[in-house]
């Protein structure tokens, strides 16, 4: 729809469990970034890259672990997670990180996880 | 403490009236950005302002901004049911580059 992708949709998932979730943009962007959207919070940044290096962690748990192979791609992988880590997990993308110009975040659609 | 903040937190006006929602926020900024979210899915970029820039258009959307009082307006002029959805507004701190958005107006379009 916006020219990133995530996948899985949904996901659920026990707190032993290990999971990660995918997301690709299309657009030739050299940020990405990871948010956390839970109900009636403010959106949490909690990951961002530019150029495949990770250049800001919002003290985030250890139990999240992003990865950014190449600069279309970002997971996010989840082991041991807690019930309070239900929410709904979007990526996007911008074509910069930081600079003179500014830039507009592309989102995706979001991976809705709830932890059980 | 939060960046931006919206009000109000939810809208419910008829379609066809203009909707206003507002953004205020605590210190200086670059730019000012509004995006809206559909329900559960990802938020889409409505319009960029910058600090030098007092207002802005793009069709149906007309944004503000004041410094001075470090507050944005976003109006939606004519509404349709379509524009039922989340609005928020992220700043883009002076101080550290950071952008923050706030909780979102939820705005409901009546028919």
């Known amino acids: 729809e916006t020219g990133v992708t995530q996948t899985p949709r949904h996901l659920v998932m026990g707190m032993t469990n290990k999971k990660s979730l995918k997301c690709e943009q299309h657009?030739?962007?050299?940020?990405m970034y990871w948010y956390k959207q839970s109900a009636k919070k403010p959106l949490e940044l909690m990951f961002v890259y530019s150029l495949e290096e990770r250049v800001e962690n919002n003290s985030v748990p250890s139990r999240f672990s992003p990865e950014c192979p190449n600069s279309s791609h970002l997971f996010l992988h989840l082991h041991t997670l807690q019930p309070e880590d239900s929410a709904l997990y979007l990526c996007?993308?911008?074509?910069?990180?930081?600079?003179?110009?500014?830039?507009?975040?592309?989102f995706g659609p979001g991976t809705r996880l709830t932890v059980t | 403490s939060q960046q931006g903040e919206e009000d109000p937190q939810a809208l419910s006006i008829q379609e066809g009236e203009n909707a206003t929602m507002n953004c205020s926020y605590k210190t200086s900024i670059n730019n000012l950005q509004w995006y809206r979210q559909n329900s559960g899915r990802g938020l889409v970029h409505l319009i960029l302002i910058r600090s030098n820039e007092r207002e802005k258009h793009s069709g149906r959307l007309r944004v503000t901004l004041d410094t001075s009082k470090k507050s944005s307006s976003l109006l939606i002029t004519a509404s349709r049911a379509a524009d039922t959805a989340s609005y928020f507004c992220a700043t883009d701190a002076k101080r550290d580059d950071k952008i923050i958005f706030g909780k979102g107006t939820r705005l409901h379009i009546l028919p």
């Open positions: 657009l030739g962007h050299n940020a």
């Open positions: 996007a993308s911008s074509q910069e990180y930081r600079g003179e110009i500014p830039y507009e975040q592309y």
